[in-house]
Structures are given as structure tokens and as C-alpha cells.
């Protein structure tokens, strides 16, 4: 049995604070604050930065918790108020049976992922919608950006933005309606990714998937796109931390090559982003992404066959059965 430390979900505990400038976030480790021992619905700030005692009015509950387990609090400043986050160390390993099976996942173009069993996962309704109004209320904020005139003057200005040019209070409220729906959506998703994962994880031994890097999230503009990559970003955090709790083994594997190869062959075919079909000359003919899928199944299973000094041993005497292989390791780890 081991602990684990996980951020509690801390969202809801919303209490009021005043704005504070500049600052997004605060993080505290054991000390600097205290929880009020009766209700432990108060959070007291005990060191010189004049936060004070705040009242926590969400719906979480941490009365179960003992403060000696909580190991970082956190204040976050949300476009909707400010929440408290409190990292708990627990143990939430839970006991489950091995399902014998192993499932590869491809972020899809156009789904959220498709597994290699050619099955898609859809993105939920509510992205379309939030597209729509998001592109919406961002055009409103870029109108109500008031650019420099040639003398340097702008009628009305209120504040400064992040480059120096004066901004309004219309442009504010426009940017803060932005951000709430960022949230909303962003809340929506985490539900959904939540529920998703969990079924994922507890009805497979093994998940892999893609590695993907952050910073190409970050440098991609078009919105579909970007949504939909936040989305497996927060999917991926999930399947990460049931992974954890129910002890199945998730393995990130290198996206390089995961779509161009053939899956049954080895061969490269070589694609376009408008080629949806894999194609190969040794007769396999699939859906891009399932090929995609199975390939990252492939990589994740020889992934697992590389850890551990005993298994590599082996792996020099019995040469490149390593799928077959690691899935026998893999059904050892999880039943012991
Ligand atoms: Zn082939």
C-alpha cells in the first residue's frame, strides 16, 4: 500500500477576497495558514500578506480530511472569483480485477479519440455550441480594444493592457464574459473527461497513448482544433489519475510515426492531414486514426517490456516476442 499525493478537487470553494494585483495564484505548504478546527469551513492566513480568514462556501467537503494530511493549499484567481485548492495526501489505491485487455487511443481530427478497435469517441454537444459563442464574444473584445491613436490619445481610458496601450471598462467586462465561458466550458469538459477516463481505465489493464507536447497546444490557434486538444489534455489527466487509483498501468508512448506506419506491416505510408484512409500495399486497409491506435498499442506494450532489469533479460533470450511478452508482465502487476 502506498499514498499517493493528488490535488484535491477543489473547485466551488469560491470565497470572497479582495483583488490582489498581478497575481494569479498562491501556494502555501504546511505552514502560513490554518484551517478553523470546528467547522473547517474558515481558512485563516497567518502570515504578513494580509489575506485573512476567508470562508470557504463551496460544496467540498474536506471535514473528512485531517489537517496534518493536507500538504500545499492554493489560491487561485478564476475569472468568476477565487478558489482554494488543497493538495491531500491520501491513499487512493483501490482494489480491482484484471479485464485481460489492453486498449490503444489516437486523438482523433475530428473525435475526441478512436481506439484500435476502430471505436470513436465523439466530442460532446457542448463544444460546438461554446465554438459559436466563443468566437462570438472574442470579436467583441477585439472591437471594444481601443488601439492608439496617432497623438497617443484614447478617449476614456481605464486601465493598461498587458502591452501598454490604455484599454476600457467595456473591454474589460467583454474580456471577463470571455473568460467565464472559458471556464464554463472548461468545467463542462473536466465532468466529461472525468467520466470518461474512468470507464476507459476500469475497463482496460493497459492504456496507452500519444505523448503530446503542451507547447504545440499553446502555438495552435484555430479554435476547433485547440478545443479539442484541451479536451484530451484534461482526458489524459484523468485515465493519469484513475491509472493510479485502480492500478492499471498507463503508458505515454512518442507520437513519432504513430500515423504513417502500418499497423499490420511496419511499411510507411505516407499520409497527408487530408488523408483519412490508411492504405498499404500489404492489404490492410483501416480508418487512419484506428491504424493510428493500434500502432500506439504496439509502442505501449513494448514500452512496458523495457522496465525492470529482469525483464530486459529476458528480453535479450527470448528476442522480439515483446507484446506477447509484456502483456503476461502486465497481468502479473496487476493481480499482485
Ligand atoms: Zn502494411
Known amino acids: 500500500m502506498s499514498s499517493s499525493v493528488l490535488w484535491g478537487e477543489g473547485y466551488g470553494d469560491v470565497f470572497s477576497l479582495t483583488r490582489q494585483k498581478n497575481t494569479r495564484s498562491v501556494e502555501y505548504k504546511q505552514s502560513g495558514w490554518k484551517l478553523d478546527v470546528k467547522t473547517k469551513k ?43 485548492q488543497f493538495c491531500i495526501s491520501v491513499d487512493v489505491k483501490q482494489e480491482s480485477e484484471p479485464t485481460g485487455k489492453a486498449v490503444g487511443l489516437d486523438v482523433g481530427l475530428k473525435f475526441l479519440y478512436v481506439d484500435n478497435f476502430g471505436h470513436t469517441e ?31 490619445e484614447v478617449s476614456s481610458p481605464c486601465g493598461r493592457s498587458k502591452k501598454g496601450q490604455p484599454v476600457s471598462n467595456n473591454y474589460l467586462r467583454a474580456k471577463n464574459r470571455l473568460a467565464r465561458l472559458h471556464l464554463k466550458v472548461s468545467r463542462q469538459r473536466e465532468e466529461h473527461s472525468k467520466k470518461l477516463a474512468r470507464c476507459v481505465v476500469t475497463s482496460n489493464d493497459v492504456v496507452a497513448y500519444e505523448d503530446l ?3 504545440n497546444l499553446v502555438k495552435n490557434h484555430h479554435l476547433a482544433k485547440s478545443i479539442n486538444d484541451a479536451g484530451w489534455y484534461q482526458l489524459r489527466k484523468w485515465i493519469e489519475y484513475f491509472g493510479v487509483k485502480f492500478g492499471k498501468i498507463t503508458i505515454a508512448v512518442p507520437p513519432q510515426w504513430t500515423s504513417q506506419e502500418c499497423s499490420n506491416c511496419g511499411n510507411i505510408v505516407k499520409k497527408t492531414l487530408s488523408t483519412l484512409t490508411h ?32 525483464l530486459e533479460n529476458s528480453l535479450n533470450a527470448l528476442g522480439e516476442d515483446t507484446p506477447t511478452l509484456a502483456q503476461v508482465i502486465v497481468s502479473e502487476q496487476v493481480t499482485s
Open 42 to 84: 474558515h481558512l485563516t492566513f497567518t502570515d504578513k500578506k494580509g489575506i485573512g480568514r476567508l470562508k470557504l462556501v463551496g460544496s467540498r467537503d474536506i471535514y473528512f480530511y485531517n489537517e496534518s494530511d493536507i500538504k500545499r493549499v492554493r489560491l487561485i484567481r478564476r475569472a468568476d472569483g477565487y478558489y482554494c
Open 122 to 152: 465523439e466530442n460532446p454537444k457542448f463544444y460546438r455550441q461554446a465554438e459559436k459563442r466563443l468566437k462570438k464574444l472574442q470579436k467583441q473584445v477585439s472591437r471594444k480594444f481601443k488601439k492608439r491613436t496617432a497623438h497617443g
Open 213 to 215: 507536447q503542451i507547447k
Open 279 to 310: 492504405q498499404c500495399s500489404c492489404g490492410l486497409t483501416i480508418c487512419r486514426d484506428e491504424n493510428a491506435a493500434r500502432n500506439i498499442l504496439k509502442k505501449g506494450l513494448t514500452t512496458v517490456g523495457h522496465t525492470g532489469s529482469w
